[in-house]
């Protein structure tokens, strides 16, 4: 249960949770007796913060059947995975990086066209087939079209670098989850391998029956539905 230290935060006062044990009852296992608590609270009472308190056996629990749940859709369909933690991260999805690189590769073959357009151009104007006047206004017309395309070009260029770090991060973290799919029990590891962080909110009262809400950030792409 020691692994769980430094991972575990209060959301209300940013502190890291506290591990202490339960002596009341011996008897109980030790991941029963084993409990985190805020820090603020723990050192500082009731006034500064609540107390966030939970067993590490139901934090162990949370944790593992939340990495369960992701590593069976990941072993399922990998690629549907990677595209739904894309979106989880707010990256318009692998679809949209697909969608810049098609509008790259239209930019740049219109400018290839452009470049062919301005050829015939000059050809049509040495053979004395096209004006001066004409031949000067067309071709900066061309060259109007190209500047314009090739300053979208930079911005989309940009835009994909940025898409592809985030698809990477997400390739990452589901190789690492699919290493972890057939686990029997968390490790340090594990834990090491996927976990960024976990917050651990304080316990409400829902319909009599006490809820305790766990937002887990995971390595590499944070929050994950
Ligand atoms: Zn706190």
């Keep these: 249960m020691e692994f769980f230290r430094g991972l575990l935060k209060c959301p209300d006062c940013g502190q890291t949770l506290l591990i202490h044990t339960d002596n009341r009852n011996p008897d109980r296992e030790l991941l029963d007796k084993t409990y985190y608590q805020c820090t603020t609270y723990r050192k500082k009472g009731a006034?500064?913060?609540?107390?966030?308190?939970?067993?590490?056996?139901?934090?162990?629990?949370?944790?593992?059947?939340?990495?369960g749940r992701h590593a069976i859709k990941a072993m399922k369909d990998?690629?549907?995975?990677?595209?739904?933690?894309?979106?989880?991260?707010?990256?318009?999805?692998?679809?949209?990086?697909?969608?810049?690189?098609?509008?790259?590769?239209?930019?740049?073959?219109?400018?290839?066209?452009?470049?062919?357009?301005?050829i015939k151009l000059y050809e049509d104007y040495s053979g004395n087939i096209l004006s001066e006047k004409k031949f000067t206004m067309l071709s900066s017309h061309y060259e109007k079209e190209q500047k314009q395309n090739e300053a979208r070009l930079e911005e989309l260029e940009q835009q994909y670098r940025e898409k592809s770090a985030a698809v990477t991060n997400a390739e990452q973290f589901t190789e690492n989850l699919?290493?972890?799919?057939?686990?029997?029990?968390?490790?340090?590891?594990?834990?090491?391998?996927?976990?960024?962080?976990?917050?651990?909110?304080?316990?409400?009262?829902?319909n009599g029956a006490k809820e305790q809400k766990l937002t887990i950030y995971y390595k590499f792409v944070g929050q994950i539905d």
């Design 178 to 206: 699919m290493q972890c799919a057939d686990m029997k029990k968390l490790t340090a590891t594990i834990l090491n391998m996927l976990i960024e962080k976990i917050e651990v909110h304080n316990p409400v009262m829902v």
């Design 78 to 118: 990998k690629e549907k995975f990677i595209k739904n933690v894309l979106h989880s991260m707010n990256e318009s999805s692998a679809e949209r990086s697909d969608k810049i690189r098609s509008e790259i590769e239209k930019l740049k073959s219109r400018n290839d066209e452009l470049d062919q357009m301005y």
């Design 47 to 67: 006034n500064f913060c609540t107390a966030h308190r939970i067993s590490a056996r139901d934090i162990e629990n949370a944790v593992k059947s939340d990495i």
